[in-house]
């Protein structure tokens, strides 16, 4: 109807294309022009089977229901959405569509070629590469960009031999995979890689991560359907099962082959989180002491953690503040926020400390240092909290900075590290826009080669520093200033 080439849907009932609700609408409103019959005359059996209300993306084959408004997962009992998948895969691979495929080429380098950036005189493309919203899909899309933009962990996984899990009549060929499909041959680690990889290589504008998010609904059940979700809790997630996934041994690579390379980059300092060190706890992974003194005998108690991540709240006097430029109050920072978390506290009455040589639950009061920092440090901000029956969000803008962050004064033995080991510098940030985690949309900043880019889902955008300064952080991702040195040399 409009001519446009962005976002095509087949409706599986009259084979119509359209485009999608993002572009102009024009597939929903033939759904909707369908029921208008419908309501005015008494409808019939073939009336109430005719309805338009499945259409199919032809991009990403992806199915959905208009009256569900929502992706459909399942198939019909003769399998004809998959027909029409398959048939669809042949069109692609014919000679017709190889010269589709060229004048689409045209389009987009056309389309690239008018998002050049100058750099220093020079003119430069945008090799970033989008990842498509699956349906609610963006709190992935947000950590995926994120983690690809953290050098040494997006390099080891890029390196790692490329295996083909399909075989027989399959082999070579795409995939699309249904809820009810039993295949537990899933690899949580080769679906991330091949997504890593096919960020930054600039041959696309826009991948499309069905198959990583497959896996993970396979091994992950928390984050199956298409309801939004929160970010931090499926970057811990992900990077659990990453991290017992290369212990355990993974696409015919032997464990001690995995743990001899770890081992490599791991040197003398591992951070162990469930058994062995992999590359997850190597880059992630940092150690807290937590000290717990009894205020009745003065007993003291050490405990050492390992983390992958910190969860830091705002302090409760910022949470009243909205945005950067309200003039009435100091504005909260990163520092004040990881000053509360390795300040004394004193435990209140619900979380009495049972002091072995008192044989009871005393007061007591808790403090934390850090006994060793990663490689990349990540911050999580604690932006939303129970408040009786609703999960309510703190939007109070945090100033962080973009280098040089020292973390020397929340070390356990400051003195030990050398003068430039404790200092980081922002590699990404994740922020969410909305009022609920269960509600809202997220988005990424990351720098790349010195420049950096804002992620929305398929759209890429060069960006400033001044505008990622702006954000209201959610997750901080921040990279060993050493540890960045290193990976240059490399």
């Known amino acids: 109807m ?31 022009d369908a029921q208008i019959p419908l309501l005015n005359h008494k409808r019939s059996e073939k009336q109430e089977k005719a309805q338009h209300t499945v259409c199919m993306d032809c991009s990403s084959y992806s199915t959905y229901c208009y009256r569900c408004d929502d ?4 198939d019909t009992k003769l399998g004809l959405v998959q027909k029409v998948r398959e048939h669809l895969q042949n069109l692609e691979n014919s000679a017709f569509t190889a010269d589709r495929h060229r004048k689409r080429k045209l389009l987009e380098n056309s389309s690239l070629n008018s998002k050049l950036l ?5 003119t430069a493309a945008i090799c970033a590469t989008g990842l498509r919203n699956l349906g609610n899909t963006c709190f992935m899309n947000a950590i995926l960009q994120s983690l690809s933009n953290i050098e040494q962990f997006c390099c080891y996984f890029k390196e790692l031999p490329a295996v ?18 039993g295949d537990s041959n899933v690899s949580l680690v080769e679906e991330f890689r091949k997504t890593l990889c096919a960020l930054w290589q600039g041959s696309q504008t826009a991948f499309s991560p069905e198959s990583l998010f497959y896996v993970v609904w396979k091994i992950m059940p928390n984050f199956r359907g298409y309801q939004q979700q929160d970010a931090h809790e499926f970057m811990r997630y992900l990077l659990d099962h990453l991290h017992l996934e290369l212990q355990g041994g993974f696409n015919g690579v032997s464990r001690s082959a995995i743990l001899q390379e770890n081992s490599t980059l791991s040197a003398n300092n591992k951070c162990c989180i ?6 997850v706890t190597t880059i992630f992974g940092g150690i807290l002491q937590n000290e717990v003194n009894c205020l009745i005998c003065g007993t003291e108690s050490r405990k050492f953690d ?6 830091l709240d705002i302090p409760s006097q910022f949470r009243s503040k909205r945005s950067k430029n309200q003039e009435n109050g100091p504005v909260c920072s990163l520092r004040d926020c990881l000053r509360s978390f390795t300040d004394l506290e004193e435990l209140d009455e619900t979380e009495l400390y049972m002091c072995h040589k008192c044989k009871k639950k005393q007061k007591s009061t808790k403090k934390f240092w850090i006994q060793k920092l990663p490689k990349a440090l990540c911050l999580h901000l604690k932006r939303f909290h129970w408040t009786a029956y609703l999960r309510n969000k703190v939007d109070t803008y945090v100033q962080f900075p973009l280098r040089g962050l020292d973390m020397k004064c929340y070390l356990l033995e400051p003195e030990n590290s050398g003068p430039d080991s404790c200092l980081y510098d922002l590699a990404a ?11 809202g949309h997220y988005t990424a900043y990351a720098v790349h080669e010195g420049r950096w880019f804002h992620f929305n889902d398929s759209t890429v955008t060069v960006t400033d520093e001044e ?14 200033r050493q540890a960045r040195a290193g990976a240059d040399k490399l």
């Open 2 to 32: 409009c001519r446009s080439n962005k976002s095509p849907w087949v409706c599986l009932t009259c084979s119509s294309v359209h485009c999608g609700r993002y572009v102009n609408g024009h597939a929903k409103k033939h759904y909707e």
């Open 71 to 74: 992706f459909v997962v399942n």
């Open 118 to 122: 100058k750099v220093n005189g020079s």
């Open 164 to 181: 083909e899990l399909r075989n027989g009549k399959t082999a070579g060929r795409r995939t699309y995979h249904t809820r009810s499909q």
């Open 274 to 279: 469930n058994g062995a060190s992999t590359v």
């Open 306 to 311: 390992p983390f992958l991540d910190l969860s």
């Open 429 to 439: 940030v994740v922020v969410h826009h909305g009022s609920g985690v269960g509600s």
């Open 467 to 480: 505008t990622v300064g702006k954000a209201k952080a959610y997750i901080l991702f921040y990279v060993e």
